[in-house]
Structure formats: structure tokens, C-alpha cells
């Protein structure tokens, strides 16, 4: 550290801090602010000072924290955008962002019929206006007079709005054919990922041998692994069967639980349905496999819901874990403990800024019920227009209603182009030799398996590097796209992939998958 | 429990009782001393222990079957977490409503909710502005109707174009709409008289709430003796208490001066700072300014002594400052701390680390169900800056139409333009209706035997001490609750009115507070205040007996 002089090393004093672990000080540089110069300078133009939080001394949990979606390459990718802007020239005009489920940002149109409840609840005095239809009137004049001084400014309570508690109860026991669902069960939440870390807080506990477990599948979304890393709980791996197309093997389960009882306790089991980022979609028989599984080893069920209406594929169907469970009789309706999330950022309406969402909790110990609603409680409670949002979501257009037609019409457009982007996603990369891609048969992504040349994989080890992160980067730098290496869900060791969202416009989605043929062709040969 | 049977039998309880299921008796105890060391906590739980046992053998009817979450398995930082002000109390009036909306009667029509700072609940009218720009915002095809102003409208474009895809539907960057977070800057810079401000300093959030919690979690680590202690005023806004339970840190509670109309003595920082580094490793102090609950605003002079101290002791700033705007004693004004470390000259401007928090939910807009706010970060260690971006991203972003909120209020109409007359008459009419409710309620507090109020200087919070006879503490204790509890739910009981109880809030030993918000309309504040002094005349008569005459 003494040899560091003058300011203009501002670059590599970051390494130096990052060197200087353990140590309980930074180098801090006096800001050139014009008339600011105090007389406490050094020589050197800097001095030493004590930061109260540094990277060593905050909390550890954090720093263990990772969340690929959003990391490195798309931060570069921000970066290329800027860099675009300025002027400085690229092998391409603009960045692709296919790292994330955003629909919007990728140009898919809001349903009609939600914007204009929401702008009404927004602004009552439209509700004068003879441009919106009745159907949506009534519903925001229903909305609002469940918020407190009839306005989405004023907090609902801590669990969510009870009317719109009891819409949904009501769209869930009609999605399951009939099975009761108690309102005093569902929790609205900021989005869902808001709901599975509440969760998941709730169920971390014991230190050593009886820590929490929590199997999560590989590859996975990375929300469960940053969560348990945030909240220093047992993340328990078990592998997806790629050769299967993603399925769930239930033998595969009893394995990585039996191997994680040696060291954890493991007591809750995630399930992703359909697929994040695999796409896969979960069939009935192994679905009640795993009800089966948990009911025996006493885990506590989580079921990611958030792509039920998101199923493509010929002769795949999304079953609800509430709906199974219960079809699975007393036995296991009255004792396995399941929470399941859905949100109003996925399936067609694709409205993630909203940040709506909610959980059913079935099962759940009344106490812990309580100890629930006081922890979200703190917390307040979630957006108002979420939630407005979320009760249109469950709560849409019925065929006597005037904006029925344009409603559906909306709905049917969006999933019909959604299922024909995820078929030709499928059929394009998997003509590119050294790339094989299971069928996209629900959600949003596709996670193809790149073979990468032994040549690649050692240059990316000397760069540092994931080597389908190296991948990942070399491809933004040279096309533009991003993309988010499969070492950021997880993979079997050795093998590399890639998750790229299929929502790009149609005609954008084909030079997408054009480019990237051609860069991994490019690659093959450049390594080989 | 036998405790609680014989007095679930006296009627001004029998309706009360029902909450104080034993799990919630636990939550009664009050704000947790961390500092007390374990005992308190012990017995607490051991008290919760005993009560589920019995419950659910109850509940089983032999049949024992085992649950994989039960109380015994809970993170037990969930179960010390406390949250008052959406506690038993307003469980019980939430309850009390409903009895009511099914025909059942009480001495009242209606509960009136004085529990919380909400303020559209209580009948405050959205700032037009604000709302237009959002419901522009939300459904673009409006930008074509000729009833929304060309104000609006531009800012409603601006938004938009900052947004993926123009719409409030997709996910913004992490840290906020880029150009919401120039606008915050913008907004800090003039409000501060040119103090510069950095945009990429600033993160938008989920409330101020999601960003007091997210700064906590960067800040706690270590074990036992080096275990991170955070400094919090008392009285407080508990969540800062239930962040600090659930991440398992230490509170250091410092007491704000109740006679000294609530301000903060730099002595008493010195003395809880000596105490807890005995036991833990004090890094973070957080002010409240102007105050919750406790409605002080803090002296320019006052807040340089908090700031020098902080860095006399190398600790880490929060301060929050919702209620910059909710300023109405006329001798007081607000003082941002950014501005004043920048006053203190750059040895103290370069190295201070502060965070300061603003939010869209209070204010003159009183938007909380928006869960607008943002954050200024200043001196971070950028490394650390990283982690919090990483931190903030898994969640993905906060709620876009708080967002959209939250520019409307940094960047309002301006002078020159159409919407600002309109404007202006509503900010004006909700602070001056504000500061007008502030002083009524502390005069006619003032004015009943047993209740002592501070000025209410600024925030939405009336903070009253009250006098509570020997034989109601006697009898709150032997009922296992805070005296003020005791109070409150009577209170509520007997006249619908919602209030807090000071043990929500903590307080000195042995002194009893509530808290209660000015939001109500004067009309309705008026008999509510009739209500509480009435009540508590009461109340006094019916506890004190020959002691009367010494109040």
C-alpha cells in the first residue's frame, strides 16, 4: 500500500484494497471538489481512514450471495449500451437482452383490459370518462373500495387487500376443479420472489448438523440459492435429468437427501413448475411422486408456480401441487405442508414492474400463522397497484362483459406467439452442431447444452473464468446478445449451457438464433 | 394460563383476551433490550414454550401428528421479531370492525384508526398531479386525451422512455429508473443548496423500509463480544427493533430527552455507546429526523454533535428522513444531514459513511401504498457499493409505479408551469391542514390531568406521556402485559379510537406513553381527542380512588 502515489492510480487502488483483507482500513481518496482542500491531506494527495464497512467487515452471508441474471455480463452489457450510445463503433448496432423473463422490455404489449383498471384506480376521476368500458369501471370501483379511504395510496393490510384474498381463493378453486381455497391462506407479496425468501426465512433454523436443508433442483433459479446463501441455510443439490428432458427423478431425490442428512437437517424441498430455467413441464404421476417423497421425509414443499399458464408444449399440461396433493386424499391433503407462489410478471401478462404477486399456504401450523403475518407486517405491505393488478389477473373479463372479446383476443395472441418462439428456438439451435436443446415445453427460457473444445475451456481457466462464461462474454462482445452462462443455475460438472429467454419479437428472436449459429460455429472452429 | 383464565372472567377483558392467544402475550413484553443480555428473551420463549405445548395437545386431541414448521422449529429471529404498530392492538380493531359491520354493538359506530401514518386512509386526497402522471404512466393511450395537462404528459413521456419496452410493466436496473435516479439527484442538490449529489449514489426502493432493512443486513456480522450493535434512538420506529431481531444484531438503545421536548443529548449517545462496547462492537447509529414517534425535529447544532460523534467513532450513518416535508413548529426547520456533514467541511465530508432515506408514503403526497422511496449513499466503500447492487438485484427492482411516484415528487410542476397554481393549493392545504392538527392536539392533551405532550414539531405523531394509577400497572402485570397495553386496549374497547402503546415504541422504565398519528380530519381529531381525555378521567377515577386528588 505505500508504494501507491498521486491520485491518478485511482484504478488500481481497488485491487490494493481487495489485497489489504484483514487489515480494518481503506485508502480513501479526498474528493476534488472545487474549494475543498483540507489541510488533513498527506503528501501522497490521500490518507488513511478507518470505513465502518468494508469487504471485510460486512456481513459474510451477503458477500456469499450470487445472482447470475443479473451479474457480470449483464452488467457489461449495460456497459456496451453506453459505449453504443457514445459512439463507439461494435461489430453490432444494439445490445439483446435475452438474460431475463422481461416481456415488456422486449416489446410484448400489455393487456389491455389490466392498464386500463389500473389507470383508473390510479385516477378516479377517469371513471367519468365515457372512453373506458363498464366491465372496467366497476372493477377498479370494486378495488378501490376495498382500499383504505378508497385509494390505492393508502397501505392495505400487512397480508394483502381481503377482497382481492378472496378473488384469488376463488380463481384457485376454479384452476384446481373445485378444491376449497380459504382466503385467510393467501398472501399478496412484492412479486414473488418477496414470498419465497418470507418462506424460506421462516424455515431457517439449528446450527451444525441441524442447520436447515433446502433442496433445491440443479439447474435452478438462482433467487433459491442467493436466498439460502443470504440467510446461511444448507442448499441440498439435486440434478435435473437433462437425458430426460429435464424431468425430476425421484430417485435422484432420495439420494442427494440421504447424502445431505449427514451434515443438515433438511427440511424443505423447491420445485420450479414449469421449469426456470429448463423449461421443462412436470407430469401428474411425478408430481404426486414427489407429494409422496416430501410426505414421507417430512419436508416442507415449495412449489414455484409463477409459469403455470406458460405450457407449449403438445401433451404437456400444467398441474397445480395444491390440486394433485388433494387428489392424493386425507392422507397427505391434511398433512403435507405446501406453499405455492404465483405472480402477475410471467405467463401473459408478462407486468414485472408491478411487482404483484401472491402465495397459498396449506398446511401451515396456525402459530407459525401468526408468526407469518407478523413478519410481513414489518414490511408493511405490498405495492397497492400489484395487487390491483393481481385481482384483474384472477379476476378477468367474463364472456357477457363488453371487453371480453378484445381480452381474450390479447391473451390468445400473446401465449400462441409465445409457443411458437419457444418451438423455433428449439428447432434452430439444435441444427448447430455442438449445441442440443431439450424442448422449451413451458415458461420462458430455453438451456441448451454447449459442447465447448478442451482449447476454450483452458483459455477461460487462465482468464479466471467459467468457461461458459467466457462463452457467454465472448458472444455479447462480438454479436450484442446476452445471454447468462449455465454456471449461474447450475450444471453437472463438465458440462456447459447457456439460458436465453425466448421473448424476443419473432423477427428479432430469428436473428437472435442466426447470430449465435454462426458465433458458435465461429467458436468451434477458432478452438478446435 | 391460570393467570389469564381468572382474568379473562373481568369483562373490560374478556373481548381483549381473545388475541392474547400466549404466542402474542410473548409479543406484549415490549421492545426487546438486547442489551439486557439473554434473560429477557429466555423467558419469553420459555413462557411461549409451555403455552404451545398445552395448545397443541389441545388442538390434537391426542392424535399427535408432527408438522415439519412448527414454533419449535421457526428461525427463532423470526420469533423475536416485534412490529407494534401492526401489532395486537390492530388485530383487535380489525376485529372489533368486523364485529361491527355484522350488527354488533359497542359504545361507538365506528373504530378510528389513529395507529399508523396513513394518510389517505384517514381522508387525505391524493395530490392530483402526482396521480395523473402515474395513470398516464400506467395507460399511454391517455396521452392522447385532452382532460390530462401537457405537464403531465411530458413526464409521463420521460418516464415511460426510461422504461424497457416504454412500460411500467417491465423490470427497471436494480438501483431505479436511471432517470428517476438524476431527477432524485437533481432534487437533493437544490433541496441542499447546491451540496453536490451523485446519481449513481442514489437506489430507489420498496418503501423506506426495504432500504433501512437492506443497509442493516450489509451492516451486521461478527459473533458475540464483535457482534455489529446499531445505535437506535428510544422511543423508535420498531422497524428498526424487528430488523435488528431478525438479523440477530445487538439494539443499543440510546433515550431521547422526553423533558427536552425529545431531543437528542450527545451525552446520553456517549453513555449507550461506553455500555454496549462491552458487549458488542457498535458500528451503526440510525436518527430518526423529524422524529417517529416522537415528532421532534433536530437542531442544525444537534445534528453536527451526532455527526462529529460518529466520527470520533468510526460509526456508519442512517438517517432517515421521511418526514423531511412534515416540518410544523415555526421556530423549527428541516436539516438534512448530508447537508450539514458538507457544511462540517470535507474531513468530515470524505469520510463520514451516511445513508439518508426518503420515501413516497408520507410527506405532503402521503403515498404509501405506492411503496415509493429511495436512498443517498455517500462514502461507501465501493467494493461494498458492488455487493449492495448485487444485494438489491436479487430482488430485481422496486415496484415501477412507486417509482414513476416518486419523480413526480422530486420533480413537481415548476412556477412557469400550468398544473403548479392547482399544485401548489393542494401541497399547501395538506401541510397547513397538517401543522393546524399538530398544534390542536397537543393543546388539548395538554389540557387533560395525567397526560403530558411535547410539541409536535413535526412528522404525523402525537407521542403523550400518560400517568397510570399503581393498581392499573398492578393490574396490567398480573394480566402479563405492558401497563400501556393495558391502556390502549381499553381505550379501544370503550371508544373505538386505535392508538399504540409506548412499549411498541420503548420508553424509560416505569414511564407509559401511546402513540397516536394527527391524521385524522380535524372534525374527527377533535372528538377523538374529546374521547381520549374523557377516557382518560376515567380511567384515573376508576384506578386511583382516594389518590385522585394528587394527580
Not at chain 1, 487489515?23 to 503528501?43: A, C, N, Q, W, Y
Not at chain 1, 378495488?143 to 378508497?150: D, E, M, N, T, W
Request: one cysteine or more; aromatic letters at 8%.
Amino acid at each position: 500500500m505505500q508504494t501507491v502515489k498521486g491520485i491518478g492510480v485511482r484504478a488500481s487502488l481497488v485491487c490494493c484494497e481487495a489485497g489489504a483483507a484483514g487489515r480494518g482500513f481503506r485508502l480513501v481518496l479526498k474528493p476534488s471538489l472545487s474549494g475543498i482542500h483540507g489541510d488533513t491531506m498527506t503528501e501522497n494527495g490521500c490518507e488513511y481512514r478507518d470505513r465502518v464497512l468494508t469487504m471485510d467487515t460486512m456481513n459474510p452471508n451477503v458477500k456469499r450471495v450470487e445472482y447470475a441474471v443479473r451479474g457480470p455480463i449483464v452488467q457489461r452489457a449495460v456497459q456496451i449500451e453506453r459505449e453504443l450510445k457514445m459512439g463507439i463503433k461494435k461489430p453490432f448496432t444494439e445490445v439483446i437482452k435475452a438474460n431475463i423473463g422481461d416481456c415488456h422490455a422486449m416489446g410484448q404489449k400489455p393487456i389491455t383490459f389490466f392498464r386500463q383498471v389500473l389507470a383508473l384506480c390510479s385516477y378516479p376521476d377517469l371513471l367519468e370518462d365515457s372512453k373506458f368500458p363498464e366491465d372496467a369501471k366497476s372493477r377498479a370501483r370494486r378495488i378501490l373500495q376495498a382500499c383504505g379511504g378508497g385509494s390505492l395510496g393508502a397501505y392495505s393490510t400487512s397480508q394483502g387487500i381481503e377482497m382481492i384474498r378472496q378473488d384469488i381463493a376463488r380463481y384457485i378453486e376454479q384452476r384446481d376443479g373445485g378444491i376449497t381455497c380459504d382466503p385467510d391462506n393467501i398472501y399478496l407479496s412484492t412479486g414473488a420472489s418477496d414470498a419465497i425468501v418470507t418462506m424460506l426465512k421462516l424455515l431457517v433454523s439449528g446450527e451444525g448438523m441441524s442447520r436447515t436443508g433446502v433442496m433445491i433442483s440443479i439447474p435452478q433459479y438462482p433467487l433459491y440459492s442467493a436466498a439460502l446463501a443470504d440467510l446461511g441455510a444448507v442448499q441440498i443439490s439435486y440434478y435435473l435429468d437433462e437425458d430426460n428432458c429435464w424431468s425430476l427423478d425421484i430417485s435422484e431425490l432420495r439420494h442427494a437427501l440421504q447424502e445431505a442428512k449427514k451434515h443438515c437437517s433438511p427440511r424443505a424441498l423447491c420445485i420450479i413448475n414449469p421449469g426456470n430455467p429448463t423449461g421443462q413441464v412436470q407430469s401428474r404421476q411425478c408430481i404426486e411422486d414427489v407429494i409422496r417423497f416430501a410426505a414421507a421425509e417430512k419436508l416442507f414443499l415449495m412449489a414455484d408456480e409463477v409459469y403455470q399458464d406458460n405450457v407449449y408444449a403438445d401433451g404437456c399440461k400444467f398441474h397445480s401441487f395444491k390440486k394433485v396433493l388433494f387428489e392424493m386424499g386425507l392422507e397427505y391433503s391434511e398433512k403435507v405442508e405446501l406453499a405455492s407462489f404465483h405472480s402477475t410478471s410471467k405467463c401473459y401478462m408478462g407486468e414485472c414492474g408491478f411487482r404483484g404477486g401472491y402465495m397459498e399456504v396449506v398446511n401451515l401450523d396456525p402459530e407459525v400463522k401468526v408468526q407469518l403475518t407478523k413478519l410481513v407486517s414489518v414490511r408493511l405491505c405490498p405495492p397497492v397497484p400489484g395487487q390491483a393488478l393481481l385481482d384483474v389477473v384472477v379476476n378477468p373479463p367474463q364472456p357477457d362483459e363488453p371487453s371480453y372479446d378484445t381480452f381474450i383476443k390479447e391473451r390468445t395472441d400473446t401465449l400462441a406467439t409465445l409457443a411458437e418462439k419457444a418451438s423455433m428456438t428449439q428447432e434452430i439451435l439444435n441444427q448447430v452442431p455442438g449445441i442440443k436443446c431439450n424442448p422449451v415445453q413451458g415458461a420462458m427460457y430455453t438451456f441448451p447444452r454447449i459442447h465447448l473444445p478442451p482449447k476454450a475451456i483452458l483459455e477461460a481457466k487462465e482468464k479466471g473464468q467459467v468457461p461458459d462464461m467466457f462463452y457467454c462474454m465472448k458472444l455479447l462482445e462480438e454479436t450484442g446478445i446476452c445471454l447468462v452462462p449455465g454456471s449461474g443455475f447450475g450444471q453437472r460438472d463438465g458440462t456447459y449451457h447457456f439460458r436465453m429467454t425466448i421473448l424476443p419479437p419473432k423477427e428479432k428472436l430469428k436473428i437472435v438464433l442466426a447470430k449465435i449459429k454462426e458465433f458458435h460455429q465461429h467458436f468451434m472452429e477458432q478452438y478446435s | 394460563m391460570y393467570r389469564l383464565q381468572s382474568l379473562a372472567a373481568r369483562s373490560l377483558i374478556a373481548g381483549a383476551l381473545d388475541l392474547c392467544t400466549p404466542l402474542t402475550l410473548t409479543s406484549l413484553t415490549g421492545v426487546r433490550h438486547k442489551s439486557q443480555g439473554p434473560s429477557v428473551e429466555k423467558c419469553g420463549q420459555m413462557r411461549f414454550i409451555t403455552a404451545e405445548a398445552k395448545a397443541s395437545a389441545g388442538r390434537l386431541d391426542g392424535k399427535m401428528r408432527e408438522k415439519t414448521l412448527t414454533m419449535d422449529t421457526l428461525n427463532p429471529q423470526v420469533k423475536a421479531v416485534e412490529y407494534a404498530v401492526r401489532g395486537p392492538i390492530v388485530l383487535k380493531a380489525g376485529e372489533i370492525e368486523r364485529y361491527l359491520e355484522e350488527g354488533g354493538t359497542k359504545p361507538f359506530s365506528e373504530v378510528i384508526k389513529a395507529n399508523i401514518g396513513d394518510a389517505h386512509a384517514m381522508g387525505q386526497q391524493p395530490i392530483t398531479f402526482l396521480r395523473q402522471v402515474v395513470a398516464l404512466c400506467t395507460f399511454p393511450e391517455l396521452m392522447d386525451s385532452p382532460s390530462f395537462p401537457e405537464d403531465a404528459k411530458w413526464r409521463a413521456r420521460r418516464i415511460l422512455q426510461g422504461c424497457g419496452g416504454h412500460s411500467l410493466g417491465s423490470y427497471s436496473a436494480s438501483p431505479g429508473v436511471e432517470c428517476i435516479r438524476k431527477d432524485i439527484a437533481a432534487y437533493i442538490e437544490q433541496r441542499d443548496e447546491g451540496v453536490p449529489s451523485d446519481w449513481e449514489n442514489i437506489y430507489l426502493t420498496t418503501g423506506a423500509s426495504d432500504g433501512i432493512m437492506t443497509i442493516l443486513r450489509l451492516l451486521v456480522s461478527g459473533k458475540d463480544s464483535s457482534r455489529t450493535g446499531v445505535m437506535i434512538p428510544i422511543p423508535q420506529y420498531p422497524l428498526y427493533s424487528a430488523a435488528i431481531s431478525e438479523m440477530d444484531a445487538v439494539q443499543v438503545n440510546y433515550y431521547l430527552d422526553e423533558d427536552n421536548c425529545w431531543a437528542l443529548d450527545i451525552n446520553e449517545l456517549h453513555r449507550a455507546y461506553q455500555a454496549a462496547k462491552q458487549h458488542c462492537q457498535p458500528r451503526v447509529i440510525c436518527i430518526i429526523n423529524p422524529g417517529n414517534p416522537t415528532g421532534q425535529v433536530q437542531s442544525k447544532k444537534c445534528i453536527e454533535e451526532v455527526l462529529h460523534f460518529a466520527y470520533e467513532e468510526n460509526l456508519f450513518v442512517m438517517s432517515d428522513e421521511v418526514y423531511q416535508d412534515n416540518v410544523y413548529a415555526p421556530d423549527c426547520q428541516f436539516h438534512s444531514f448530508k447537508k450539514v456533514l458538507y457544511e462540517m467541511g470535507p474531513e468530515y465530508f470524505s469520510s463520514v459513511e451516511l445513508v439518508s432515506f426518503h420515501s413516497t408514503s408520507k410527506g405532503y403526497t402521503g403515498e404509501c401504498g405506492f411503496r415509493g422511496g429511495y436512498m443517498e449513499v455517500i462514502n461507501m466503500d465501493p467494493e461494498v457499493k458492488a455487493q449492495l447492487v448485487k444485494l438489491l438485484s436479487v430482488r430485481l427492482c422496486p415496484p415501477l409505479a412507486g417509482q414513476a411516484a416518486m419523480d413526480v415528487i422530486v420533480n413537481p410542476p415548476q412556477p412557469e408551469e400550468h398544473t403548479f397554481k392547482q399544485f401548489h393549493q393542494e401541497k399547501s392545504s395538506v401541510l397547513g391542514a397538517l401543522a393546524e392538527k399538530a398544534k390542536l392536539t397537543e393543546q388539548i392533551l395538554n389540557s387533560v390531568p395525567g397526560i403530558k405532550c411535547n410539541p409536535v414539531q413535526g412528522s404525523m405523531y402525537a407521542f403523550p406521556r400518560i400517568f397510570i394509577p399503581p393498581k392499573a400497572v398492578e393490574e396490567a402485570k398480573a394480566l402479563g402485559m405492558q401497563p400501556d397495553m393495558l391502556y390502549c386496549l381499553r381505550l379501544l374497547e370503550e371508544t373505538g379510537i386505535c392508538v399504540v402503546p409506548g412499549s411498541g415504541f420503548g420508553q424509560k422504565d416505569r414511564t407509559y406513553h401511546f402513540r397516536m398519528t394527527i391524521l385524522p380530519s380535524i372534525e374527527k381529531l377533535n372528538v377523538l381527542l374529546g374521547k381520549v381525555r374523557d377516557f382518560h378521567i376515567s380511567f384515573l377515577k376508576e384506578y386511583s380512588g382516594l389518590e385522585w386528588d394528587e394527580i
